[in-house]
C-alpha cells in the first residue's frame, strides 16, 4: 500500500484534482491538498486557524463535490488558505478541521482563483488497495 498522495492532471483550460489513499477519508484530504496547491504550495500555509465544515450526500461522487465547494466557498468568504485537513467520513457524512491561515498574497503568491468544482472526471472509487477522488475545477 503506498502513501497517500495529491496530484493535478491536465483538463483543458481546467484543472484535475485528485487524491489517493487507503480510506476515503485519506483521499478527500489529499484531493483538499491538491485543491490547495492549485494555489499556492499547501507546506507555505500555516495552522493558525481552524474552521469546521460538515456536508452530507446521497453517494460518495456528491459528497466529494460537495466537500470541494464548501472548502472553494470558505477560502473565498473567509479569505483563507487551508494547508491541513482532518477528515472523517461515516457513510456519506464528513466532518472535517480545515487549518489555514489568511492569505497572504506576497507569501502565498496565489496566482489563479478557483471558481468552482465540475462534475467532469468526478469520481470516488476503490482502485486495487487504495481509495481515489478526483474532479476537476473550474479556474
Given at each position: 500500500?503506498s502513501?497517500?498522495r495529491?496530484?493535478?492532471f491536465p483538463?483543458?483550460a481546467d484543472i484535475?484534482?485528485r487524491?489517493v489513499?487507503?480510506?476515503?477519508?485519506?483521499?478527500?484530504?489529499?484531493?483538499a491538498l491538491a485543491?490547495?496547491?492549485?494555489?499556492?504550495?499547501p507546506?507555505?500555509?500555516?495552522?493558525k486557524?481552524t474552521?469546521?465544515i460538515?456536508?452530507e450526500?446521497?453517494t460518495?461522487?456528491?459528497l466529494?463535490?460537495?466537500w470541494?465547494?464548501?472548502?472553494i466557498?470558505?477560502?473565498?468568504t473567509?479569505?483563507?488558505?487551508?494547508?491541513?485537513?482532518d477528515?472523517?467520513i461515516d457513510?456519506?457524512r464528513?466532518?472535517?478541521?480545515?487549518?489555514g491561515?489568511?492569505?497572504?498574497?506576497a507569501r502565498?503568491?496565489?496566482?489563479?482563483e478557483?471558481?468552482?468544482?465540475?462534475?467532469?472526471?468526478?469520481?470516488?472509487?476503490?482502485?486495487d488497495?487504495?481509495w481515489v477522488?478526483?474532479c476537476v475545477v473550474?479556474?
Amino acid at each position: 500500500m503506498s502513501e497517500p498522495r495529491w496530484e493535478h492532471f491536465p483538463h483543458g483550460a481546467d484543472i484535475g484534482i485528485r487524491g489517493v489513499g487507503p480510506t476515503m477519508a485519506s483521499a478527500f484530504e489529499q484531493v483538499a491538498l491538491a485543491l490547495t496547491a492549485v494555489l499556492t504550495d499547501p507546506s507555505s500555509v500555516a495552522s493558525k486557524e481552524t474552521v469546521e465544515i460538515r456536508c452530507e450526500a446521497s453517494t460518495a461522487d456528491e459528497l466529494l463535490y460537495d466537500w470541494v465547494d464548501t472548502l472553494i466557498y470558505e477560502m473565498s468568504t473567509r479569505s483563507v488558505l487551508f494547508g491541513a485537513y482532518d477528515v472523517k467520513i461515516d457513510g456519506f457524512r464528513l466532518r472535517a478541521r480545515a487549518l489555514g491561515e489568511t492569505v497572504d498574497r506576497a507569501r502565498h503568491e496565489p496566482a489563479i482563483e478557483v471558481k468552482a468544482p465540475t462534475y467532469t472526471e468526478l469520481r470516488v472509487a476503490r482502485v486495487d488497495d487504495q481509495w481515489v477522488a478526483q474532479c476537476v475545477v473550474d479556474v
